[in-house]
């Protein structure tokens, strides 16, 4: 077998290594505080299943059917009001178009958008694990200065002036992956005024956490900001309802979603029709703000839990992101300590978390570490916490 060349850069990524090392020591005591998924009991397993039933007595068993590659003309109605409601965002039904996961929609934009050799600017750190969508392409990830706001905008500009060939910007400004950081309304602002310095840019906006937050007031995406068409905006119902059924959507201007939706027809077709019809139902029925009401409240106690816990017992060289919604809490520790060694410690202590140099495109980060709050329990997160206090504490020199 002779592999096509572009497969010599496609290697798995760290997070799929590191997951390797945890699930080899799996045992029901190990506290994983490196899942990135959501709470199972909070699933709404039983609406969803009065969603499914009746899909099976309708006339011709549409669901059961092939469908539109561009996705349940019902559901791309339903995301609309949903965009309007909790984005705050007029978007015309033609411009949405249903995806198998924001994780296709970044795949689609990649495909479309880069060319072997091309720039994608990111975050400092950022979720590589999404960017492996975009490395059959070959292109080459460059990581822009990114402080407690986000991105910064000097840095971007200067980065988009002196670097040849920077095609696109992937950027997660809500509780981002890894830090659970949201980007303050002056700093979308100041990005966006960079962005549109320079047409040709895109920006793929990843914005599956957005409607996780449980502190602080609404601010709006990037794409409320994009006059020129430049945002290519990826909602999922992922970290909302589930993440299997892998119905999300993408928002981007009119040539674009034409393109994307072509492209998507060679990659699968369509994204699955019974997993959409289930969620047209469950809108349908249900209201999903109450349940994301729901979800927000019992993430803030499990997120003021950890927090709280890593205050009690991480030594004070710890230093800690305090998100206001999301899945996420990232930890710096002394830039002596590398967390990709530590992690065997903390695995025989029994719990794991995700090390730092997962999430930076340029293997830096080896002193952070990402820690998930929305998968176990107050009484777990507490235990978790307290066994990782003890391996930090060791390595604190
Ligand atoms: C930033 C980010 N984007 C995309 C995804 C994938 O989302 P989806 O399930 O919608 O493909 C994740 C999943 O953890 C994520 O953290």
């Given at each position: 077998m002779i592999l096509a060349?572009?497969?010599?850069?496609?290697k798995g990524s760290e997070i799929r290594s590191v997951g390797k090392k945890i699930a080899a020591r799996n045992s029901a005591d190990l506290i994983k505080l490196s899942a990135g998924i959501p709470?199972?009991?909070?699933?709404p397993a039983e609406e969803l299943k009065a969603a499914t039933l009746p899909l099976f007595d309708e006339p011709l068993l549409p669901s059961l059917q092939y469908g539109l590659t561009k996705g349940d003309t019902r559901l791309i109605h339903l995301i609309a009001e949903r965009m309007k409601q909790a984005e705050r965002m007029e978007i015309p039904e033609k411009n949405i178009l249903i995806t198998t996961g924001c994780q296709q929609g970044i795949s689609l934009s990649s495909v479309a958008l880069l060319d072997r050799g091309d720039v994608v600017l990111v975050e400092k750190p950022t979720y590589m694990d999404g960017l492996n969508a975009s490395i059959p392409y070959e292109c080459r990830f460059i990581g822009v200065e990114t402080d407690d706001d986000g991105m910064v905008a000097e840095a971007l500009e200067t980065a988009q002036r002196t670097i040849p060939r920077v095609k696109m910007i992937y950027v997660i400004?809500?509780?981002?992956?890894?830090?659970g950081k949201a980007w303050p309304l002056k700093r979308r602002r100041e990005f966006m005024d960079v962005v549109q310095k320079f047409p040709d840019l895109m920006v793929?906006?990843?914005?599956?956490?957005?409607?996780?937050?449980?502190?602080g007031e609404f601010i709006p995406s990037l794409k409320s900001f994009d006059t020129l068409g430049q945002v290519i905006y990826l909602g999922s119902f992922s970290k909302v309802l589930s993440p299997g059924l892998r119905v999300a959507w993408v928002v981007a201007h009119d040539d674009l979603i034409e393109k994307l939706e072509i492209l998507k027809e060679g990659f699968?077709?369509?994204?699955?029709q019974f997993a959409q019809s289930q969620v047209v139902n469950y809108l349908l029925q249900n209201d999903l703000t109450a349940h994301v009401e729901k979800l927000r409240a019992a993430y803030k106690e499990k997120c003021d839990t950890m927090l709280r816990e890593i205050k009690r017992t991480f030594p004070p060289e710890a230093k800690v992101i305090e998100p206001d919604g999301g899945m996420f809490i990232w930890v710096s520790l002394p830039e002596y300590i590398n967390t990709s060694d530590m992690l065997a410690e903390a695995l025989d202590a029994g719990v794991s978390y995700i090390p730092g140099i997962s999430f930076f495109a340029d293997g830096r980060g080896t002193n952070g570490l990402r820690l998930n709050?929305?998968?176990?329990?107050c009484e777990r997160i507490k235990l978790g916490i307290e066994r990782l206090a003890g391996v930090v504490k060791k390595n604190i020199r």
């Open positions: 060349e572009r497969m010599q850069r496609v709470d199972e009991a909070l699933f400004p809500n509780f981002q992956n890894p830090t793929v906006e990843d914005n599956p956490y957005g409607e996780l937050r449980f502190r699968d077709l369509q994204s699955n709050f929305t998968s176990n329990s």
